[in-house]
């Protein structure tokens, strides 16, 4: 049966929960304040950042809407018809009613041998769940359904939605720098602009270094939802968390068996993967429970994490200790 949770994980979820309102929050308040700043000390008027709110937004909306046909061309991924796979049929649908979801995502399948799955959709395809080939080749069938109840908890959570807000943030501060940037420099020369082409420079600059530490915050804002969807899929799945730790640990292992030049294929689209393509565990043993322990003592970076897309093995695993 699913793990129907203690007092502690929820107490863990709403903190979860609370975390990614604030970052988002957070977020956009300190961007607010920038852009204001910014304009005011140029003399800028307001419909000219507009301008520039109206061309990020639009791409990364139409980036959202053809997103799904881009991810099914590079990773070659097409619809499983039924018969195919009825239990992976069967599970999906199982997974989407217990997770309280209205519409059973479509089931697909990757063409690659990279083991991984992804959800992904858009108003245009509708949602979708994404298992590769290497993934189903890999784990048991246990294992597969805690993976596809981590990519429906993406899913439930509609945190695709949000995480295209967040990353629109650092994107219009970038713009904004890189426009500054050029135009202080084209206009530092001249003498009629005065110190303001210096001023348009520095600012410009200084704009995009800012917009690189705002994407810090969607790095960290990644890193939440995977918790937050490998918690979902501690609830609907069958000994969600155990399996999502033999899973996880599985999948590093199969990865450190395909060469590097294969994964950096297919990295384009990484943050959708439930795991890191990059990351890796060098076995010379079968005993996944043993490898889970080993990874579990692991020692994270804290520079390297705060780069990363997804929570460090060894912090993500020991997350699931509390569900198990």
Known sequence: MPNSGSTAPRVSLLKLRLS????????????TLVLVAVLSILGIPYFGLYGILGFVV????????????IINAVYRVREVKEEEYPWL?????????????????????AEIDIPNAFAYGSPLTGNMV??????????????????????????KHRDVVVMMMVSIIPAIIYYLGY?????????????????????????????????????LFVFYMSRLREYYA???????????????????????????????GTREKYEQFKAFFISDPEVEVKAYREDVDRLIEEVKNQKPSIF?????????????????????
């Open 304 to 324: 390297v994490e705060i780069f990363s897309t997804h929570p460090h093995p060894a912090k993500r695993l020991r997350f699931l200790d509390q569900f198990v």
């Open 58 to 69: 639009f791409f990364h909306v139409f980036q959202w809407l053809i997103g799904p046909y």
């Open 20 to 31: 990614m309102i604030g970052v988002w929050a957070l977020v956009t308040a300190l961007a």
């Open 89 to 109: 049929h069967e599970l999906v649908h199982r997974l989407s009613k217990e997770s309280g979801m209205s519409k059973t995502p479509k089931l697909m399948v």
């Open 130 to 155: 994404a298992v590769t080939r290497g993934l189903l080749r890999n784990l048991d069938r246990d294992e597969v359904e805690a993976v596809v109840g981590h990519e429906i908890g993406h899913l």
């Open 230 to 260: 490998d918690a979902h899929s501690s609830k609907v799945a069958n000994n969600g968390a155990r399996n999502l730790q033999r899973a996880l640990v599985k999948i590093m292992v199969a990865s450190g068996r395909i060469s590097r």
């Open 179 to 215: 426009t500054l940037y050029v135009s202080g420099w084209m206009g530092s020369g001249s003498r009629e602009r005065g110190n303001g082409g210096a001023i348009a420079l520095i600012l410009g600059m200084g704009l995009i270094v800012l917009s690189f530490i705002f994407n």
